[in-house]
């Protein structure tokens, strides 16, 4: 099993990017796939998530109508595009795989695979 993320890096305050994380040797096409992000002595929290299999798609608050996340089943693909950032969205961003059920979807523990992380620093 293997998630790898990508996309990572510095923005200014209201740019864009967009996060990529490829998986194999799973079910990616029916599996949970999320979006979690830890900032510097802060607890890893949800940011977006995504279940085929029952329609849905939940997005963290915070975020909401700034980052959106996607899937692309042909590539075993799942992508968070970021925009209007803010500096507080300065974080390591984690892929992550699993069989959740729809009430746990937010839970870091809900889910079986994680990727690296990728850094997303946003400064001027």
């Known amino acids: 099993v293997q998630l790898q993320a990508s996309g990572g890096g510095l923005v200014q305050p209201g740019g864009s990017l967009r996060l990529s994380c490829t998986a194999s040797?799973?079910?990616?096409?029916?599996?949970?796939m999320g979006w979690f992000r830890q900032a510097p002595g802060k607890e890893r929290e949800f940011v977006a998530a995504?279940?085929?299999?029952?329609?849905?798609?939940d997005h963290a608050d915070s975020v909401k109508g700034r980052f959106t996340i996607s899937r692309d089943y042909a590539k075993n693909t799942v992508y968070l595009q970021m925009n209007r950032l803010k500096s507080e969205d300065t974080a390591v961003y984690f892929c992550?795989?699993?069989?959740?059920?729809?009430?746990?979807?937010?839970?870091?523990?809900?889910?079986?695979?994680w990727g690296q992380g990728t850094l997303v620093t946003v400064s001027s």
């Open positions: 992550a795989g699993g069989r959740a059920i729809v009430s746990a979807i937010r839970t870091p523990s809900a889910y079986a695979y």
């Open positions: 040797g799973f079910d990616f096409s029916n599996y949970v």
């Open positions: 995504n279940r085929r299999t029952a329609g849905i798609t």
